[in-house]
């Protein structure tokens, strides 16, 4: 049986509705490497990263949705969330204004109620906010006498006071805006729908309303529920009937080299760039773009040149999916750089690939969120350099997205921890003694099932298999 969009997301009073049906890992496979929310027209789905764990409870997942939304919105662009033709029907831009929808849903169920303002009217009490004139026009005093003067004493007062008007029209905007809110993302929040808006105006007139409400108030929580409607109008405004609701980017390698940087990098890093140049015979000389490595890293004063590579090494565990030759050896051009050119000693460079896995469920057995997998070497070096060995580092998706502000000092020693673990490791065959016997590669592993949401191993304990 066909299901509406709003059974499919919301599931209004329905026990059994279990919100990781409606989530997604995806595998970075060519059609499933979308990472966000999308919602066609008979079901929402969100869609995580490769390496993504999943928790247990539905609380949880919803945490996790949120800022899985937040991560996307710090770390991506306009030209970042745009969708290949081949893969949807709907437009290819993804500007969704996600923010300005949760604002208005947050606002409702912080105050539990709709945007309501008041009418001033006066009323009769024994204290408050008083109106001597309409107290003396319009309340009988007791007369109290003493000697030959009288005093008036006022039992009763009339006090200013206000009454919500719900009738107003910003209050009929603000019904509707928290309705389509709700219709998109309410399920993010709570397993209920508010009732529908009734009459309000038309969004273009909305759009003039909010807009003067907003100018004639410096309430920073009224400006921010404002602009959120604002914000949604103008989408609403635009959008055709075709339209589908979309949030999220089809490159989401870009978000993990940004992550990667804000958590472990310097902000100064463009010095550390080699950079190269044509000198023409004719006309000026052309300085090319410099390579530019994701992260520079600086740690008890040694050096750490990041590269993130969000491939599938960390969830298949097929050498295939491993970085190739070319950007090995844009690592070691980084490493050489620094020595040469930047005076930093060869035994304080260090090189590193970071992808990203899954600590509950891994090939490796490695159980912490961040670990060592192996080295790349190139054969046309000598390798004795720390450099040259440029360390293959896996790190824990869900743990990256929730421990990359502030420059978080224990995983920064935990990850150089890792890379150092080349100082340990025994010399690197050179020349013809470094070149492997051809003979066909056979992958002793089976690939794993794709990734479900529905996978029952909790976050951060690994699977034992039955026959350990």
């Known amino acids: 049986m066909d ?21 997604h890992v995806n595998s970075n496979e060519d059609g499933d490497r979308f990472v966000g929310i999308k919602a066609e027209s008979d079901k929402a789905m969100v869609y995580f990263p490769i390496g993504y764990e999943l928790p247990e409870s539905d ?30 029907a709907a437009p290819q831009t993804v500007d969704f204004p996600i923010n300005a929808y949760r604002s208005v849903i947050e606002y409702y169920l912080s105050t539990g109620k709709y945007y309501v303002e008041t009418d001033p009217t006066f009323v009769t009490a024994t204290s408050g906010n008083q109106d001597w004139s309409r107290t003396v026009k319009e309340q009988m005093p007791l007369v109290q006498r003493k000697g030959d003067v009288s005093s ?33 993302l309410g399920w993010l929040y709570v397993p209920f729908m508010p009732e529908e808006p009734g009459p309000h105006p038309t969004v273009t007139e909305s759009i003039a309303i909010v807009r003067g409400k907003m100018s004639g108030t410096n309430d920073d929580k009224k400006r921010k529920l404002f602009q959120g409607m604002l914000d949604m109008l103008n989408y609403m405004d635009e959008k055709t009937s075709e339209k589908q609701f979309y949030f999220g980017t089809d490159d989401f390698d870009h978000v993990w080299e940004k992550l990667i940087d804000r958590a472990f990098g310097e902000r100064d890093k463009d010095k550390y760039f080699p950079r190269s140049r044509w000198h023409l015979e004719y006309g000026k000389y052309k300085e090319k773009r410099p390579l530019m490595p994701d992260t520079i890293m600086i740690y008890n004063g040694r050096y750490y040149v990041l590269d993130a590579k969000c491939y599938k090494y960390g969830w298949t565990g097929n050498p ?12 070691i051009t980084y490493g050489e750089y620094l020595e040469k050119y930047k005076g930093i000693g060869a035994d304080s460079i260090f090189n590193a690939f970071i992808m990203p896995f899954n600590m509950g469920k891994n090939y490796f057995k490695i159980t912490n969120f961040v670990g060592n997998i192996g080295e790349a070497t190139g054969d046309w070096r000598r390798n004795r350099k720390l450099y040259e060995r440029i360390q293959g580092i896996v790190l824990d998706t869900r743990y990256l997205m929730y ?61 034992v298999d039955k026959d350990e």
Request: hydrophobic share 40%; with cysteine.
């Open 3 to 23: 299901m509406d969009m709003e059974s499919a997301i919301y599931a209004v009073e329905d026990e059994k509705f279990d919100i990781k049906t409606q989530c």
């Open 59 to 88: 609380a949880e997942i919803r945490t996790d949705i949120k800022h899985l939304i937040q991560v996307l919105a710090e770390f991506t662009t306009k030209e970042d969330r745009l969708l290949a033709v081949n893969k949807f």
């Open 152 to 184: 008036f004493i006022f039992t009763s007062f009339t006090v200013r006071a206000s009454t919500p008007n719900y009738a107003k029209q910003i209050t009929q905007i603000n019904r509707y805006c928290v309705y389509e809110a709700f219709q998109k």
């Open 320 to 331: 295939d999916h491993l970085p190739n030759g070319s950007s090995i050896n844009k690592q």
């Open 403 to 463: 421990h990359y502000s502030g420059k978080p000092l224990k995983e920064k020693i935990a990850l150089a921890e890792c890379i150092e673990a080349v100082l340990g490791k025994p010399p690197v065959a050179t020349g013809a003694d470094a070149l492997p016997e051809h003979r066909p590669v056979v992958y002793d592993f089976t690939p794993p099932v794709m990734m479900v949401a529905e996978d029952p191993v909790p976050y951060g304990v690994k699977k």
